[in-house]
């Protein structure tokens, strides 16, 4: 069987056919309309005929075609409910590309999908269960228990970046205070690297960004603490921990086979990991039990999305 998965970004519409294991074997992309929805239903389908051609299929081939969409979906009914980005409320986006390209179409939340990618042909791959997060300007994620795609009866499930890991704490986008995206996202790491720099004119942060700290990224931040700065470590240091304690109370609710880490932070690897893992060694509720969550980075990157949106109705 083969599948087409499309990713639906605000910068481009990425597609490729991708096999049953989820390995891609063709790809097509085209810049992302801002003109609205018949535009990005268009732009869909194109994207999707210029991965069929590159691997020299027809959509005879195709299976089925499943959507990755940023915002909050309605999976049931095929339903783009709000997307901010592109002022989509209420699109019936499966609908139409189902019209453009006549195979029944599936669409998610792009997190869930980006999950699911993992389950199927990245770090989870031959588990039984897996939670996800992703690491970027937000903290996302998901989870697929007993092989199927958790997302809660109303499928807003599994936000993982707003549970609260520290009570009145840090105010979040969402609202509420403490929330783990503003302990472990990159945005995070960036806010308290700005903050503390205007305090530490030595620290080698400002050398590193040429004197701008709206240049710092977190990657900047972790470079520095590998060049031996001591601001710069104890900013590293912190965020682990931050980063732990939400990863083990993840753990302690869901015991998963698998548990992911992936999004931009987790490119610094096992730097970042390391003392990530020992920290949850030591503080998991399971943690004198034979069988332990395995604690991994994802494997398929900016892939994960587009193969578990080609795969979703397996998982159904």
């Known amino acids: 069987m083969k599948y087409l998965g499309i990713d639906l970004g605000g910068i481009n519409v990425a597609a490729a056919v991708v096999d049953e294991a989820g390995t891609i074997l063709s790809r097509?992309?085209?810049?992302?309309?801002?003109?609205?929805?018949?535009?990005?239903?268009?732009?869909?389908?194109?994207?999707?005929?210029?991965?069929?051609?590159?691997?020299?299929?027809?959509?005879?081939?195709?299976?089925?075609?499943?959507?990755?969409?940023?915002?909050?979906?309605?999976?049931?009914?095929?339903?783009?409910?709000?997307w901010s980005n592109l002022d989509f409320h209420n699109v019936p986006l499966a609908e139409m590309l189902k019209a453009r390209l006549g195979k029944e179409v599936y669409i998610e939340n792009d997190a869930n999908a980006a999950a699911l990618g993992e389950y199927a042909a990245g770090a989870g791959k031959g588990s039984q269960s897996m939670v996800a997060i992703t690491l970027g300007t937000g903290v996302g994620g998901g989870a697929v228990l007993d092989g199927k795609l958790y997302t809660g009866f109303n499928y807003a499930g599994l936000e993982v970046g707003h549970f609260v890991i520290e009570y009145n704490g840090r105010l979040c986008t969402c609202g509420r205070r403490g929330c783990f995206e503003t302990y472990a996202s990159a945005t995070a790491i960036i806010k308290r690297a700005r903050e503390r720099m205007q305090d530490n004119r030595e620290t080698l942060l400002w050398k590193l960004c040429d004197g701008d700290p709206e240049k710092v990224e977190a990657r900047t931040v972790f470079d520095a603490a590998a060049q031996g700065d001591l601001l710069a470590k104890e900013l590293v240091e912190e965020y682990q921990s931050y980063l732990a304690c939400g990863i083990t109370?993840?753990?302690?609710?869901?015991?998963?086979?698998?548990?992911?880490?992936?999004?931009?932070?987790?490119?610094?690897?096992?730097?970042?990991?390391?003392?990530?893992?020992?920290?949850?060694?030591?503080?998991?509720?399971?943690?004198?039990?034979?069988?332990?969550?395995?604690?991994?980075?994802?494997?398929?990157?900016?892939?994960?999305?587009?193969?578990?949106?080609?795969?979703?109705?397996?998982?159904r």
């Open 249 to 315: 109370s993840l753990i302690n609710v869901f015991q998963p086979e698998v548990f992911c880490v992936g999004g931009g932070v987790a490119g610094a690897g096992e730097t970042l990991m390391g003392p990530v893992r020992a920290i949850v060694d030591r503080e998991d509720y399971a943690r004198d039990s034979k069988r332990r969550t395995i604690l991994t980075l994802a494997q398929l990157g900016n892939d994960a999305g587009i193969i578990g949106a080609a795969l979703l109705p397996l998982f």
């Open 28 to 82: 097509g992309k085209i810049a992302t309309p801002r003109t609205g929805a018949e535009a990005v239903a268009a732009a869909m389908a194109e994207a999707a005929r210029q991965a069929l051609t590159a691997g020299g299929f027809t959509m005879d081939d195709i299976e089925s075609v499943g959507i990755g969409s940023p915002g909050v979906i309605d999976p049931k009914n095929g339903v783009v409910e709000y």
